[in-house]
């Protein structure tokens, strides 16, 4: 392995093409070409959303690896293709593993495959666990934007959740300007309440931190709330808690009743992503056959073609793409490459010539 770019393999041949490279980026190396730039992440993010919204990407369903003997675990890929100032397919390979937690190890592990626009090698594995955790926060303070424009700006933030994901989703707020002056704290789990209340405090929050024990409590007491949890179905039933109008971040995707939803403005990424596997945007639609509840997506916000209502509780639920895996992973190897710190493999393509 090399970290230097201008290696013989990379030098082109005269009258053919270049030699294809692979590299490898570490997750020290992503979290260091991402660190500090949340402003500039969330407008790559919104770039992203724009450009599938026009039809410029590729990204089919996502697929589910499942295992009998392990109920709670999952494997899921998410290939894509982006196109615009991109320009780059991929895939991401993530691993859900809720029993991690009780182990003291994130529940999340992923790693992100980019291949060339043009001649469809790979050129470069990212880990990214770091990456797929920024696409989500960038995802969710672009959506607190726009979805809080046309109403009065949030000022009591509540986390229901308390990991890794809760983490840096207050990190981006803070980072494009979001200030609070009260933030609430809610989890089933009190040490990672405990870290969670420790991470504020190192990050020096300026509004009051309050642990509620109940959920009821944290929801009525938040008019922008925060669901980051592992819940694998809904377990908040009561549409009275959100009688204040709040905005809600869905990130999990199925911590609310249908119950919930249907009394609510519903928001998503992609409404046919989104609308599948016991998702409660899906049960939703399974209660009612039909998916007049949902109001848009965040594009049609982003282009004006859908508002969010002052009078009812507004709900962004975001399946989550690949394509935003994609903006942010090239954003991280282009970064790594200007300061030239690749780590290339040498000879990982053994075979190039056709006939040998």
Not at 49 to 73: E, I, K
Request: with cysteine; proline share 6%; net charge negative.
């Amino acid at each position: 392995m090399t970290d230097v770019l201008s290696t013989t393999a990379q030098r082109a041949v005269p009258g053919r093409p270049e030699v294809p490279t692979f590299s490898v980026i570490s997750g020290e190396q992503v979290q260091q070409a991402l660190s500090g730039r949340e402003k500039q992440l969330v407008e790559l993010v919104e770039t992203a959303y724009r450009l599938h919204g026009a039809g410029d990407s590729v990204n089919p369903p996502s697929y589910f690896l499942r295992f009998t003997d392990r109920p709670t675990a999952r494997i899921i890929a998410l290939p894509a293709s982006i196109g615009g100032p991109v320009q780059v397919d991929g895939l991401k390979w993530i691993s859900s593993f809720p029993e991690n937690v009780g182990a003291g190890l994130p529940r999340a592990s992923a790693v992100l495959i980019l291949n060339d626009h043009d001649t469809g090698y790979p050129f470069a594995c990212l880990e990214s666990s770091i990456i797929s955790a920024t696409r989500t926060a960038a995802s969710a303070a672009l959506a607190a934007d726009w979805l809080s424009r046309n109403r009065t700006r949030p000022t009591r933030v509540g986390f229901f959740g308390t990991g890794l994901i809760a983490r840096y989703i207050h990190t981006f707020l803070h980072g494009t300007g979001w200030e609070f002056e009260t933030v609430g704290v809610h989890d089933l789990s009190t040490d990672s309440t405990a870290g969670f209340c420790g991470y504020l405090r190192q990050h020096g929050t300026t509004g009051q931190v309050t642990v509620h024990d109940s959920a009821e409590d944290l929801i009525r007491s938040s008019d922008l709330v925060v669901f980051a949890t592992v819940a694998g179905e809904p377990h908040v039933t009561d549409p009275a808690w959100f009688a204040h109008n709040p905005l809600v971040l869905h990130v999990s995707l199925r911590d609310l009743a249908p119950e919930v939803l249907l009394g609510a403005a519903n928001f998503v990424d992609d409404v046919d992503h989104c609308l599948k596997a016991d998702t409660s945007p899906h049960l939703a639609e399974q209660r009612t056959g039909n998916r007049d509840f949902l109001n848009g997506t965040l594009n049609d916000v982003m282009l004006g073609r859908a508002a969010p209502p002052a009078d009812r509780p507004v709900i962004f639920s975001p399946f989550g793409l690949g394509v935003l895996d994609l903006a942010v992973g090239k954003y991280v190897y282009d970064e790594v490459s200007r300061t030239g710190n690749l780590r290339l493999i040498d000879d990982f393509f053994h075979d190039l010539r056709r006939y040998g």
